[in-house]
């Protein structure tokens, strides 16, 4: 009980290792299921770019056209001008979904996984990614304009898969051992970029689809069924106790959590800029190297087996002793480095190669968005987990709908053949590098809270509560406030 606002003392609690964790807590079973999940989804990585400028182009010019036939100094204008067209319907489609739908939806969802449990809301995307699959399968049958592709794209983005599945995580482990394991997330996303892509360059684009909808239906029933739910029967149905939780509206609530402490609205300033570069880079890297470069369907499946390997070896090797050895706001500052580098690498490459090995090298930049993550979830208490990383996707989310229509605009302006500026394809990346250098410097302000380090949790150091968790025995909104006091009044490191 606390006494005159201060609490009892506690039992320190001992660190397990994360994989024993993971193992007693069934939650193991949730990598599986994301690795097969987007191997399923990747299925179509290596067609759908060519599928999009090919149609996009043959609508343009009135006859059909096949833009991979030709060489990128004597393709036919519509098929330069598809490329910025298709990034211009992929960015409109970004924004819709983010600031329009995601910014309301991904922190009502994790409210909702708050109440009722994480499963729901982790089959639902998976459920609802059927829908732009299809649209895909009917254009390889009765050619359905691939437009539709990014009108069922918008209608299906309320639901974030990754944002319940980082609260899932949050809910079975300890905080020392949440960065490894949202690393270890990325790291599957990552294996599943490797072997996809690969698997699917040798399918063929119609049995690729089918493939794909037969695999992602299966994980679906999986995660309900399989699945165990990491949310205790006692907390489903009952609203959380943090003042934050008790806001009327999801979005004001999400601003409230997101500004609580400086160290909050640093990591939601970091979350967004790279959000913003990350989204408006991923919207036209590829039409950018099929336009300057000339790549083919297997450049693309390669292009993505070095994303894939790239993260695996950051995500599944490097990121836990990085942290261990170098501590947070050095990974983070590290991670941002290599995306600055990879930037004005791609602006100026001149191969196939060239470009290829700045992609690799900006795999490093990955450890950005679990260190964030896992900063967020151990300074938020055990009940609005799903709260604190919908508001923190959805803050993303927002930055992430404004940076593909300014990315496509830039790319636009110095690509169409009716623009009066220089040819010079390369520009977004330029302003993607300054963005990145404004998250640096908004990182190296950034306050470092407690943490043990997962070297000593392996090592089965004491660790008491984390000055970010609650401690459960207070009472009273007094002892609540204390407990959630801005980040500079907490011992620092």
């Known amino acids: 009980m606390a006494v005159n606002g201060m609490a009892s003392a506690q039992p320190p609690m001992l660190a397990k290792g994360m994989w024993k964790e993971l193992w007693e807590s069934r939650a193991w079973r949730l990598f599986p299921l994301i690795l097969l999940y987007v191997i399923a989804l990747t299925f179509l990585v290596p067609h759908l770019p060519t599928l999009l400028t090919n149609d996009f182009a043959s609508r343009r010019a009135g006859r059909q056209l096949h833009c991979e036939d030709y060489v990128v100094a004597e393709a036919p204008t519509a098929c330069r001008d598809a490329h ?58 009765i050619g359905l304009p691939l437009y539709w592709y990014y009108v069922v794209q918008v209608c299906m983005s309320g639901f974030s898969a990754l944002a319940v599945n980082l609260a899932f995580l949050a809910d079975t482990l300890s905080p020392v051992n949440r960065p490894p394991a949202f690393g270890l997330v990325l790291a599957v996303f990552s294996a599943a970029v490797i072997l996809g892509p690969t698997l ?23 995660t309900l069924t399989l699945l165990p739910e990491s949310l205790p029967k006692e907390a489903r149905g009952r609203p959380p106790t943090s003042p934050h939780a008790r806001q009327p509206l999801p979005a004001w609530r ?40 000339g790549f083919g369907v297997q450049d ?67 450890v950005t968005f679990p260190v964030i993550s896992s900063l967020k979830a151990n300074n938020a208490r055990r009940d609005e987990q799903g709260a604190v990383q919908g508001a923190l996707m959805g803050a993303r989310a927002v930055a992430s709908g404004f940076g593909p229509i300014v990315f496509s605009l830039l790319f636009a302006a110095f ?32 306050p470092i809270p407690w943490m043990v380090t997962a070297a000593k949790a392996e090592e089965g150091v004491a660790m008491p509560d984390p000055p970010g968790e609650v401690i459960w025995d207070r009472e009273g909104p007094e002892d609540l406030e204390h407990a959630m006091l801005p980040v500079e009044a907490r011992p620092l490191l």
């Not at 913003?276 to 036209?284: C, F, P, R, S, V």
Request: aromatic residues 6%; positive net charge.
């Open 300 to 366: 693309q499946a390669h292009l993505f087996v070095v994303l894939g390997v790239g993260g695996l070896l950051v995500q599944g090797l490097l990121l836990r002793p990085l942290l261990s050895l170098a501590g947070d706001k050095s990974v983070l500052m590290l991670g941002l480095t290599a995306s600055l580098v990879q930037q004005l690498a791609l602006a100026v490459a001149g191969t196939k190669t060239q470009a290829l090995a700045a992609v690799g090298l900006g795999a490093i930049g990955s």
């Open 84 to 141: 910025s067209e298709v990034v211009a319907w992929s960015s409109g489609a970004s924004f819709l979904s983010n600031t329009v739908i995601s910014l309301f939806m991904i922190p009502m969802v994790g409210h909702w996984s708050d109440l009722y449990g994480r499963r729901p809301f982790m089959a639902a995307p998976q459920l609802a990614s059927l829908g732009s699959l299809g649209v895909v399968l009917l254009h390889l049958r």
């Open 415 to 446: 690509t169409r053949s009716d623009s009066p500026l220089p040819y010079f394809p390369g520009a977004p990346f330029l302003l993607a590098a300054a963005l990145t250098l404004g998250a640096a410097g908004a990182a190296l302000s950034m």
């Open 254 to 293: 999400a601003v409230t959590i997101l500004t609580r402490s400086r160290l909050f609205i640093t990591l939601t300033l970091c979350m967004m800029l790279m959000g913003m570069t990350a989204e408006g880079i991923q919207d036209l890297l590829v039409q950018y190297l099929q336009l300057k470069l």
């Open 200 to 222: 699917g360059s040798h399918l063929g684009a119609d049995l690729a689809v089918k493939a794909a909808m037969v695999v992602v239906l299966l994980c679906s029933i999986s």
